[in-house]
């Protein structure tokens, strides 16, 4: 649906040369919600207005639903758009419009018939659930309510990719779910191509099939989200995990556990799927003498699975330990040792 081969994009600056996107590569298959996920200056957003021509690349190419848009232009460019809907972090309404007039402008502008312009507007009010707002500005509307309007907008051409450019990041944590959930719906029902990009992991975990990670104009780690949750490889991404896996003082925590322990050990354990839903510390307590201090625990759930982590400390004597860590291996738990300094 979209590949991205050797991408780079340079600008030029009264201080030289700026590359924003450096060598990039992406397959993104049909039907999958893809994220992108990095800090303010990785070259997300740039990447993102490559796929529909907003930008175009120093080097490579950019085909999406099988159109090369890094080469074409004009007349073209303009309908090859309107197979690419996008939505914002500020939504970008046509402030002078109602709910339905904003809806329809993609429509006026592709040339639609007033009375089909009606029925796909009144399809889309119903999709993102926006029934009663119809004649409702703007200003009169929530944050949620409007990126309502701007996904029902971005739908209207019955796009076959959808941008979210920081689509939530304007958002309440509430809002910010309900709108992930309208858009995992919309993929459902649809087969929709998803890309999105944002610097929230709570939003890859919630939604994403895949992601790729970016600094500083590269894609430094790429692969199904539980995967990633699972095994972070770039410490970058390993600061993104952390955030969702581990509580605020959790370092804090184990720095005062090391300090207070001198013996056993305390370990990281991490559950995917099956794992995280049975009752193994609990057994391995039964079985083995040692004591198990529960320090703290995260489950989250992505799109491939569920994915959770423990910290314990344990305590009792070498052998003793050593067994419990090779069961919890044998059992497929992820075990990491945290020594002491």
Known sequence: MI???NVKKYFETKAGKITAVDEVNL???EGEIFGVIGYSGAGKSTLIRLLNGLEVPSEGSVIVAGKEISKIQGEKLRRARQEIGMIFQHFNLLWSRTVRQNIAFPLEVAGVPKAKREQRVNELIKLVGLEGREHAYPSQLSGGQKQRVGIARALANNPKVLLCDEATSALDPQ????????LVNINKKFG???VLITHEMHVIKKICHRVAVMETGKVVEMGPVLDVFKNPRAQITKRFVQKITEQEDTTDVIQHLLEKYKTGKIVKLSFINETAE???????MKE?????NILQGN???TQNGTYGSLYIHLDGDEVSITKVLNV????QVGVEVINHD
């Open 288 to 292: 083995h003498p040692v004591t198990v």
């Open 27 to 29: 397959q993104i298959k």
């Open 328 to 331: 919890l291996k044998q059992e």
């Open 3 to 5: 590949t991205i081969n």
């Open 175 to 182: 809002t910010t779910d309900q709108i992930l959930e309208l």
């Open 192 to 194: 929709l191509t998803i």
């Open 299 to 301: 489950i989250s759930q």
């Open 278 to 284: 049975q009752p193994i510390v609990s057994r391995l």
